[in-house]
């Protein structure tokens, strides 16, 4: 049962614009979410957090958006540069299991220049 | 580079065999994870060692098996190998316990195909 969806498997986006990376998850009791950056042949990167006490945290051109209510999260990426290209996960911790990540499928972003 | 490293970079092998992954966290890092990612998943968390104590379990098989030495490397074991266990096989450290603090840093990886 995959407790955290990207429903998305890919999204393309033209430079300059806005990216919106989408997560959804259905376990209530998660209290803690991460995004991640992996580009090929890396390990993931840390990319933001945010604690489920919080609906909105910005970092630079980032932003994570949190709705507990519909369960969902979003990445905003302003403004997309090529480099953004990458997979992103979203990933949650189990309110409790401080140190256990649960990974969604990711989702391929291709920036186009 | 994220300071963990992970070796060997590549292994192929067959069924029924048994394989080695070897990491090495970040300089002053306690905590070692292993996450598995097959085909078209997300990284599965198999296993948790912080200062050489096994700390949490996720989704690891009984063929697998973990362990963090005093120096602070760490190896998982895959044994009875199967083919749905070719995947990459990654290790992350951070400095303690807590994933709410700490960030956790990720090796690039061991893809493991299993013939």
């Known amino acids: 049962d995959q407790q955290v969806k990207q429903n998305s498997p890919s999204l393309s986006v033209q430079e300059g614009r806005i990216s919106i990376l989408n997560c959804d998850y259905t376990n209530s009791m998660f209290d803690y979410f991460l995004w991640y950056k992996k580009y090929p042949a890396e390990g993931p990167t840390f990319l933001i957090s945010i604690s489920s006490i919080k609906d909105k945290n910005e970092d630079g051109r980032f932003t994570v958006f949190l709705n507990k209510s519909a369960k969902h999260l979003s990445l905003h990426i302003v403004p997309s540069q090529p480099g953004d290209s990458a997979v992103y996960f979203c990933a949650a911790i189990l309110g409790g299991a401080t140190n256990k990540l649960i990974f969604g499928t990711g989702t391929l972003l291709a920036v186009q220049p | 580079d994220s300071g963990v490293t992970q070796t060997p970079k590549h292994l192929i092998t067959a069924t029924g065999q048994r394989v080695t992954l070897r990491c090495s966290p970040r300089s002053g890092d306690l905590s070692v994870y292993w996450y598995q990612q097959s085909l078209d998943q997300g990284l599965q968390f198999l296993i948790q060692?912080?200062?050489?104590?096994?700390?949490a379990k996720g989704n690891i098989l009984e063929r697998f098996s973990a362990q963090q030495f005093p120096d602070l490397h760490s190896e998982l074991n895959l044994s009875s190998l199967e083919l749905g266990d070719s995947a990459l096989y990654f290790c992350?450290?951070?400095?303690?316990?807590?994933?709410?603090?700490?960030?956790?840093?990720f090796g690039p990886g061991t893809r493991l195909t299993v013939l």
């Open positions: 060692y912080y200062n050489g104590e096994e700390r």
């Open positions: 992350a450290s951070s400095p303690h316990l807590d994933l709410y603090t700490d960030t956790q840093y």
